[in-house]
């Protein structure tokens, strides 16, 4: 009986949407993007190592500790708590109909992993769905906890990651350890080069640079991931205690959050900003006061952000507006997302306009800004026509397969 159910388990129809979900959705696709950019157009994490900047002027001075202050660590942030939020309605979806939709949402990952595994390797070394895709395995032995023991996790995953990296810098203080010039000089050739692949290598070459760089940064998408099962178990918790599912009844407690999680933030980019300024390359202690700050402030900002979201949203004129424009570009977001990708290694890459290692950090924010206002245009016009969008589309085919085919047709009905 089980499996004649299951074989009539769809996709989530457009009028069983949350709209404050997709327009947060929208919101951190922007973000992302802003971020992204600077990996999109520099060698930035080795430029970090050697201490050097793409920064040439005041407006890029300005623009970099913009993106930092506001944006980096946030969106990602974000996006993970809106996943874990994801997970539940998939999940409860199922249960109000009395399916088991265990095993569709483990196919469901499993596609999402061949998306992002073909994103990391063939396209850009910085993709954040094949984290999702394994990272979300995990979710299944959370989801009957109650909100207290999600809450719980959430804060002890996130003081575990803070303190390996306030430890780590206290350690190196001690230690005292400096580059010496000719590693200096090293590492500074090694940009040199990275920026020049980029800029004006084949296909294969760039492939090759990108196959080294997922390696580089292999460690460090360690502490990433323990940021993004924070915000899975967040979202979850935020989920079960009816902060997006009844609003209006828990208005204090949005703003009671609101204004915690902005404190904690603060205090958190105080670090971080401390650490960028004096930070001199990877040896150096202040890198891991930066990024140690900057995993203080990025959860607690991004949940700071999401309730102030929230609040504005409960005014019906900004909730009209935002379902207009935003909402589109949030049912869309895989779509978007990669689309990003598309975008902008044709504007960076050698087999694009070979523009990598040319564009500073205001020239970055004013092409983000291009690129996100033509996704808002096309995504209200694609959504208009069609049910969803091409990439949500094909995760939905690849995921349940011949079930429901019907529900599946991607063009609305004229």
């Known amino acids: 009986m089980q499996q004649t159910k299951q074989q009539h388990f769809v996709p989530t129809g457009a009028n069983e949407r949350i709209v404050t979900l997709d327009v947060i959705r929208a919101f951190a696709l922007f973000g992302i993007l802003l971020v992204n950019m600077r990996f999109f157009s520099t060698p930035a994490i080795q430029a970090e190592m050697v201490g050097t900047s793409f920064s040439s002027n005041l407006l890029d001075t300005i623009s970099t500790w913009f993106i930092f202050i506001f944006a980096e660590v946030k969106f990602v942030s974000m996006f993970s708590m809106l996943f874990g939020i994801g997970f539940l309605l998939f999940m409860e979806r199922g249960e109000e109909k009395g399916i088991d939709v265990k095993n569709f949402f483990k196919r469901r990952l499993l596609v999402l992993l061949l998306f992002g595994l073909i994103h990391i390797f063939f396209f850009w070394y910085g993709d954040i769905l094949t984290f999702y895709a394994v990272l979300g395995f995990l979710l299944l032995f959370m989801k009957g906890k109650q909100p207290r023991s999600l809450k719980k996790a959430a804060i002890i995953t996130w003081s575990i990651i803070v303190s390996f990296f306030m430890l780590m810098a206290s350690l190196m203080f001690l230690a005292q350890l400096e580059n010496s010039p000719e590693q200096q000089a090293l590492m500074e ?159 960076f890459y050698g087999y694009g306009f070979s523009l990598f290692g040319s564009v500073g950090p205001f020239g970055g924010i004013l092409i983000t800004l291009s690129i996100y206002c033509v996704q808002i245009a096309y995504s209200y016009f694609w959504m208009k026509r069609f049910r969803f969008g091409p990439m949500e589309w094909l995760w939905r085919r690849l995921t349940y397969g011949k079930n429901a085919v019907k529900v599946q047709r991607l063009r609305k009905a004229l």
Do not use: H
Not at 226 to 235: A, E, N, P, Q, S
Not at 310 to 339: C, D, E, H, I, S
């Open 189 to 347: 050739n090694e940009v040199n080069r990275i920026a020049e692949v980029y800029s004006q290598g084949t296909f294969i070459e760039i492939l090759q640079q990108r196959i080294n760089d997922i390696s580089v940064i292999a460690v460090g998408n360690i502490f990433l991931f323990g940021v993004i099962l924070t915000m899975f178990f967040f979202g979850m918790y935020f989920w079960k205690t009816g902060i997006f599912t009844n609003t209006s009844e828990n208005l204090d407690r949005i703003r009671r959050i609101s204004k915690g999680m902005l404190m904690v933030g603060v205090l958190g980019l105080i670090l971080a900003s401390l650490g960028k300024v004096f930070i001199d390359g990877a040896n150096s202690p202040w890198y891991f006061v930066k990024y140690g700050g900057l995993f203080i402030s990025g959860p607690s900002i991004s949940i700071f952000y999401v309730m102030s979201i929230l609040l504005l949203l409960q005014n019906k004129k900004r909730l009209a507006k935002a379902t207009t424009f935003l909402q589109p570009v949030g049912k869309m977001a895989l779509t978007n997302y990669l689309m990003q990708t598309l975008v902008c290694t044709t504007i």
